[in-house]
């Protein structure tokens, strides 16, 4: 057998430099490159590797390790999973940071290999620097975090051990039922290594997706069901983007004359006008598509994981006979709800459900419902999008705080409620831009309020709703779709959280806009607080109070737009509508990332329509508003599903 002497972390990046991907007959290169952050546990291995030889590999250099493992989520997550990047960073806290961005990716079931570098295998200097003792097993380090947030995960103690463990890390990587994070541990003394690599292990490797079919049975107990009900709804879930199947999923609606909710990874493979399509579903969902939902006797699940945000806590389908058809390449999600499984690829699952059914000439019973849920809600939609300020104003989420409404409009000289401005976003944002958003109380409106006009263009991160994937997953989606607008919808607090990789995307030449909503708080928890009996608490950004020595002083005026525009970006400060339709449309011009500062109005935010969440709320309070949101609770938990 031919072999060559290589280090390990040579061998490594000569590996991925060689992986492909076939799918239906297409073949990609896998890894695109990789996103470094170099310290002393991997810059004089992988670092030594990358600057050698990268091969094809490109290499860029990340500000922050958790901001550039979500670039690298945001970028697979945009090219269907089809590519990815790798994230290398140092020992100890710099592999600690990725650990959130490992999470979020295993979350959503987002191809990234992480790379951390790791304590010295022959233990000789220990305790090095940023060396984590635990003094019950001196094994384990700051990478065994990674374990309960990885789908995969090996830590390659000899040099050897890269060969198992690399084309371990393929077989998940490349799964679209199992796929996630992947953690290859590499001590920095093993990285430096030398070792006679086999020729065969280092040569090209195509990976093949292939569309696992479902069997004759499972298509038979799916007709049978289907057959049986005669208000059914579909929920389109972010594996019918994945399996490429938004033409089966349109012509199987279309066809029998189904209606379809979308979840937050699904929402935009087909497009808001469609006739059929009663937009967001569940606790951030909307009236047309969660009346529907509420009296539908079956509920065919594709591509989704049934996350409480779009089952609403299992409470949502209220049909004393509901039956649920889970469509889904991974058996785990396929057995959720006690449904019937039909495990396999969604678009050949739904060709081939659609052939039977289209011979026993089936069709739904629905009348004229479809049409009136979605009629009305287009009439509140288009309120919501033109809610405006005035004398007596009464915001969305009204009786909480609603003196803070002048308080805010007097400070920050602006009175723009938040779904006017995603009105005018609406409207003004050219149609194959991508927006790109991940938590606070936007994603509910977007899910809502957003109308996607081209396929792929709604890029939401809700798997883990990890605040400061927006900003830095932007980049990553730019440099998947550099021929288009990328916007990363973010409030003030997830911007504060991070935002890392707007400095690289100036670096790279890769241009984004960052439009900033600052209602100065977590609006989105305040909310939540508020609503279930507590007072607003630790949520609002004001400055400590020196009479009451709490957080309730005057409210925090903070200036992004200085900020970023001390990074290099192009920004704009917003207190108007003319301001916000100047910015957009002088930012469309701009060759450089962009930050668009909009002070918007606490609480007008949307609000819920015809669903619930289930939260934990004490059952022990000297308040009694919470006593009562508690009761309330426990009422509505009763409607909920148990399992």
């Known amino acids: 057998?031919?072999?060559?002497?290589?280090?390990?972390?040579?061998?490594?990046?000569?590996?991925?430099?060689?992986?492909?991907?076939?799918?239906?007959?297409?073949?990609?290169?896998?890894?695109?490159?990789?996103?470094?952050?170099?310290?002393?546990?991997?810059?004089?291995?992988?670092?030594?590797?990358?600057?050698?030889?990268?091969?094809?590999?490109?290499?860029?250099?990340?500000?922050?390790?958790?901001?550039?493992?979500?670039?690298?989520?945001?970028?697979?997550?945009?090219?269907?999973?089809?590519?990815?990047?790798?994230?290398?960073?140092?020992?100890?806290?710099?592999?600690?940071?990725?650990?959130?961005?490992?999470?979020?990716?295993?979350?959503?079931?987002?191809?990234?290999?992480?790379?951390?570098?790791?304590?010295?295998?022959?233990?000789?200097?220990?305790?090095?620097?940023?060396?984590?003792?635990?003094?019950?097993n001196i094994g384990i380090t700051t990478n065994d975090a990674f374990k309960a947030v990885s789908r995969y995960w090996d830590r390659i103690s000899?040099?050897?051990?890269?060969?198992?463990?690399?084309?371990?890390?393929?077989?998940?990587?490349?799964?679209?039922?199992d796929t996630g994070a992947v953690t290859l541990a590499m001590p920095q003394d093993v990285e430096a290594e030398a070792y006679d690599f086999p020729i065969e292990f280092l040569a090209k490797r195509v990976h093949r997706i292939e569309r696992v079919l479902a069997t004759k049975e499972m298509i038979r107990d799916a007709v049978k069901l289907i057959m049986s009900k005669k208000k059914p709804i579909l929920i389109c879930g972010g594996g019918v983007k994945y399996s490429e199947a938004q033409e089966a999923f349109r012509t199987f609606a279309e066809a029998f004359n189904i209606p379809f909710g979308e979840t937050q990874a699904g929402k935009g493979a087909i497009t808001w006008d469609h006739e059929l399509n009663l937009g967001g579903i569940g606790a951030t969902g909307n009236l047309a598509a969660n009346t529907i939902a509420k009296e539908a006797d079956l509920v065919i699940g594709v591509g989704t994981r049934y996350t409480d945000f779009t089952t609403s806590s299992k409470w949502l389908f209220q049909n004393p006979d509901v039956a649920f058809l889970n469509i889904n390449i991974a058996s785990f999600d396929a057995y959720k709800l006690d449904g019937v499984r039909v495990i396999a690829d969604a678009k050949a699952a739904l060709e081939a459900i659609c052939k039977e059914l289209k011979g026993l000439g089936y069709r739904s019973a629905y009348t004229t419902e479809i049409k009136e849920a979605r009629d009305k809600w287009l009439q509140e939609l288009d309120r919501l999008a033109n809610v405006r300020y005035s004398e007596g104003f009464q915001p969305e989420i009204a009786g909480h705080k609603d003196e803070v409404i002048e308080e805010f409009g007097e400070k920050f000289g602006s009175?723009?409620?938040?779904?006017?401005?995603?009105?005018?976003?609406?409207?003004?944002?050219?149609?194959?831009?991508?927006?790109?958003?991940?938590?606070?109380?936007?994603?509910?409106?977007?899910?809502?309020?957003?109308?996607?006009?081209?396929?792929?263009?709604y890029h939401m991160e809700y798997g883990y709703s990890c605040m400061g994937y927006e900003i830095n997953a932007a980049l990553g989606v730019k440099m998947a779709r550099p021929d288009?607008?990328?916007?990363?919808?973010?409030?003030?607090?997830?911007?504060?959280?991070?935002?890392?990789?707007?400095?690289?995307?100036?670096?790279?030449?890769?241009?984004?806009?960052?439009?900033?909503?600052?209602?100065?708080?977590?609006?989105?928890?305040?909310?939540?607080?508020?609503?279930?009996?507590?007072?607003?608490?630790?949520?609002?950004?004001?400055?400590?109070?020196?009479?009451?020595?709490?957080l309730d002083g005057e409210l925090m005026c903070i200036d992004f737009a200085k900020c970023a525009e001390g990074y290099g970006c192009k920004t704009y400060r917003v207190r108007s509508e003319e301001d916000l339709r100047n910015a957009i449309e002088d930012a469309k011009k701009q060759t450089v990332s962009t930050l668009i500062d909009i002070k918007v109005l606490p609480k007008t935010m949307t609000h819920d329509y015809e669903s619930w969440w289930r939260v934990g709320n004490a059952e022990v309070a000297r308040k009694q508003d919470i006593v009562k949101a508690t009761e309330e609770l426990k009422e509505e938990l009763k409607k909920a599903r148990k399992y």
């Open 1 to 136: 057998m031919k072999t060559v002497r290589m280090t390990m972390a040579q061998a490594l990046v000569r590996f991925l430099d060689n992986q492909y991907i076939e799918f239906d007959g297409v073949e990609q290169k896998f890894v695109r490159g990789v996103f470094t952050l170099f310290g002393h546990g991997n810059v004089l291995g992988i670092g030594q590797a990358l600057e050698e030889d990268p091969g094809e590999l490109i290499v860029h250099q990340g500000k922050n390790e958790q901001g550039m493992a979500h670039a690298a989520i945001g970028y697979a997550k945009q090219m269907h999973r089809r590519q990815i990047y790798a994230c290398t960073s140092s020992i100890g806290p710099g592999a600690a940071n990725m650990v959130t961005a490992a999470g979020t990716a295993t979350a959503n079931r987002i191809p990234v290999l992480f790379l951390p570098g790791d304590t010295y295998a022959t233990r000789q200097p220990d305790p090095v620097l940023q060396q984590v003792e635990q003094y019950y």
């Open 158 to 177: 000899r040099p050897e051990q890269l060969m198992s463990a690399a084309i371990n890390a393929m077989r998940v990587l490349t799964n679209p039922a």
């Open 415 to 457: 009175y723009m409620p938040q779904t006017r401005v995603l009105g005018i976003l609406n409207e003004m944002i050219d149609g194959n831009a991508i927006v790109v958003g991940s938590s606070g109380s936007l994603p509910g409106d977007m899910q809502r309020m957003w109308c996607p006009k081209a396929p792929d263009t």
């Open 484 to 550: 288009v607008e990328v916007y990363a919808m973010v409030g003030d607090g997830s911007y504060l959280m991070l935002h890392s990789e707007l400095i690289t995307s100036i670096q790279e030449r890769k241009k984004i806009n960052v439009v900033l909503f600052d209602n100065a708080s977590f609006g989105c928890i305040n909310n939540l607080q508020m609503g279930h009996g507590m007072g607003s608490f630790g949520t609002e950004f004001r400055m400590r109070n020196e009479q009451t020595g709490k």
